[in-house]
Nanobody, 127 residues
């Protein structure tokens, strides 16, 4: 059974930092791109960052470049999202996901390109 389990969310003050993690089990994703998305109440799920299928390229939504950094530890089958200088508008449930297709980075922005999803971890940013 494939599982993606996020952790590391919590409450942080504006300007603070958090690192959320995503541990994958049940299979390896050696040739599969993975991504981070977030969803705030009343809003659609939006793309945050992704790692390409070969692990050599990272993609970020433009508005978060410079503040958010995605990384991976293949030995631990774990993804990370380091979030710095957090703002109230960053508050959301953060999800990690694995793509449906191997060997492809097409449409990495779209949630519909991802098949496996974690349960999410809540990030709250106070003023």
């Amino acid at each position: 059974q494939v599982r993606l389990i996020e952790s590391g969310g919590g409450l942080v003050h504006t300007g603070g930092s958090l690192r959320v993690s995503c541990a994958a089990s049940g299979r390896t994703f050696s040739h599969t791109g993975m991504g981070w998305f977030r969803q705030a109440p009343g809003k659609e799920r939006e793309f945050v960052a992704a790692i390409g299928w070969n692990g050599l390229r990272y993609y970020y939504t433009d508005s978060l470049k410079g503040r958010f950094t995605m990384s991976s530890d293949n030995a631990k089958n774990t993804l990370y999202l380091q979030m710095n200088n957090l703002k109230p508008e960053d508050a959301a449930v953060y999800y990690c996901a694995a793509r449906t297709s191997e060997y492809s980075d097409d449409n990495y922005l779209s949630p519909s390109s991802y098949y496996y999803w974690g349960q999410g971890t809540q990030v709250t940013v106070s003023l």
